[in-house]
């Protein structure tokens, strides 16, 4: 098994980034080791640049994200990380792949749509032809398994689409005259505990660093104090934890708490309310902030430390790069072969 998946340099990471992807990042990458499987992680910057940025936020987001990794558990040893600008053959790969890919497959994309919106002439060409960098991506590493969330199911179902009409294509012959196909065609997988963290002043709308209001979100740099903070301030309601969960419909902000509470400590939301059930949040949300206090200060304090270290950061990145590359060349060099394309 080898496992790839890529995650956008934002800065400001939070408590739902945690939840929602990294945590599980480190799990597969512990299942791996154990199996004698791999993982490969990259920081998506090159996807950035299809929509505008700022220079030096990027790249210093870039690397607050390696911290943010390592932070959390993600080993620079045991799995590869780097960042896609250091390794070219992703970029040169998704040119051979733009060849393969139909305006058709891109013009479905949800994401598409959704991100250029109605001024699809001023969009980048970057933006549109983000699913085909998204296929490179995978398909240079021949991953067996890519962990999708909801929003990115389609993309990889494009990505399956390109490899199969490559494959197709250009695959050429093996000694008994079998097609040996260039791409391994992966398969998704999608994380049992993708926690979907709400904001903590808006039970309908998702944790995010863009959020005006920083009452809105844990920050993996908040200290103890500050999390207490947030967690007695959260908006709540007047009525006391329900005993089921179904007593939590209707009532998103106690539901996101509960929710919260379940995943830290890898109970059930059925378990949280067995325990707190028609306690008032009075008492719920201080245990709520101590969770979170003990196991996010481990997290915080490697942050802090590392985010400090440029040259520590970049060279987990540089190490990352130099593995992924030798891993990249043979499958851009079969693709260009397959082809036709002469070269040196």
Same mark, same amino acid.
């Given at each position: 098994?080898?496992? $790839? /998946?890529?995650?956008?340099?934002?800065?400001?990471?939070?408590?739902?980034?945690?939840?929602?992807?990294?945590?599980?990042?480190?799990?597969?990458?512990?299942?791996?080791?154990?199996?004698?499987?791999?993982?490969?992680?990259?920081?998506?910057?090159?996807?950035?640049? /299809?929509?505008?940025?700022?220079?030096?936020?990027?790249?210093?987001?870039?690397?607050?994200? #390696?911290?943010?990794?390592?932070?959390?558990?993600?080993?620079?040893?045991?799995?590869?990380?780097?960042?896609?600008?250091?390794?070219?053959?992703?970029?040169?790969?998704?040119?051979?792949?733009?060849?393969?890919?139909?305006?058709?497959?891109?013009?479905?994309?949800?994401?598409?749509?959704?991100?250029?919106?109605?001024?699809?002439?001023?969009?980048?060409?970057?933006?549109?032809?983000?699913?085909?960098?998204?296929?490179?991506?995978?398909?240079?590493?021949?991953?067996?398994?890519?962990?999708?969330?909801?929003?990115?199911?389609?993309?990889?179902?494009?990505?399956?689409?390109?490899?199969?009409?490559?494959?197709?294509?250009?695959?050429?012959?093996?000694?008994?005259?079998?097609?040996?196909?260039?791409?391994?065609?992966?398969?998704?997988?999608?994380?049992?505990?993708?926690?979907?963290?709400?904001?903590?002043?808006?039970?309908?709308?998702?944790?995010?660093?863009?959020?005006? /209001?920083?009452?809105?979100?844990?920050?993996?740099?908040?200290?103890?104090?500050?999390?207490?903070?947030?967690?007695?301030?959260?908006?709540?309601?007047?009525?006391?934890?329900?005993?089921?969960?179904?007593?939590?419909?209707?009532?998103?902000?106690?539901?996101?708490?509960?929710?919260?509470?379940? #995943?830290?400590?890898?109970?059930? $939301?059925?378990?949280?309310?067995?325990?707190?059930?028609?306690?008032?949040?009075?008492?719920?949300?201080?245990?709520?902030?101590?969770?979170?206090?003990?196991?996010?200060?481990?997290?915080?304090?490697?942050?802090?430390?590392?985010?400090?270290?440029?040259?520590?950061?970049?060279?987990?990145?540089?190490?990352?790069?130099?593995?992924?590359?030798?891993?990249?060349?043979?499958?851009?060099?079969?693709?260009?072969?397959?082809?036709?394309?002469?070269?040196?």
């Amino acid at each position: 098994m080898r496992i $790839v /998946s890529g995650i956008q340099p934002t800065g400001n990471l939070h408590l739902g980034n945690y939840l929602g992807a990294i945590r599980n990042w480190v799990k597969m990458q512990d299942d791996a080791t154990a199996t004698g499987g791999e993982c490969l992680y990259f920081l998506a910057d090159l996807h950035a640049i /299809s929509m505008p940025h700022v220079p030096a936020e990027l790249a210093s987001n870039t690397r607050e994200m #390696v911290a943010a990794l390592v932070a959390c558990g993600v080993d620079p040893d045991r799995s590869i990380l780097f960042n896609q600008a250091q390794v070219p053959q992703h970029t040169e790969l998704q040119w051979l792949l733009n060849g393969t890919a139909r305006m058709g497959w891109l013009n479905r994309m949800t994401q598409w749509k959704d991100k250029a919106g109605k001024n699809r002439e001023g969009a980048s060409v970057a933006l549109f032809t983000y699913p085909v960098l998204q296929a490179a991506d995978v398909l240079l590493y021949q991953a067996t398994h890519v962990p999708v969330g909801e929003d990115q199911k389609q993309h990889l179902e494009l990505a399956r689409d390109i490899a199969q009409k490559f494959n197709n294509d250009f695959a050429p012959k093996d000694g008994n005259g079998e097609e040996a196909p260039v791409f391994t065609l992966p398969d998704p997988i999608i994380p049992p505990e993708a926690a979907r963290i709400m904001s903590l002043r808006d039970g309908t709308a998702k944790m995010s660093k863009s959020d005006p /209001s920083d009452m809105a979100r844990i920050n993996l740099t908040d200290d103890a104090d500050t999390i207490m903070k947030k967690i007695k301030k959260a908006k709540t309601d007047p009525e006391p934890l329900p005993s089921d969960k179904a007593g939590l419909a209707g009532r998103p902000e106690a539901a996101n708490l509960v929710g919260i509470y379940a #995943v830290m400590t890898g109970g059930t $939301v059925e378990s949280v309310l067995a325990e707190f059930g028609e306690e008032g949040f009075g008492k719920f949300k201080p245990a709520l902030g101590e969770l979170l206090v003990s196991k996010l200060a481990p997290i915080n304090d490697r942050f802090v430390e590392l985010r400090r270290d440029r040259a520590t950061l970049d060279a987990f990145l540089r190490q990352g790069a130099e593995k992924a590359r030798a891993l990249a060349v043979p499958t851009l060099n079969a693709a260009y072969d397959a082809l036709g394309l002469v070269r040196g």
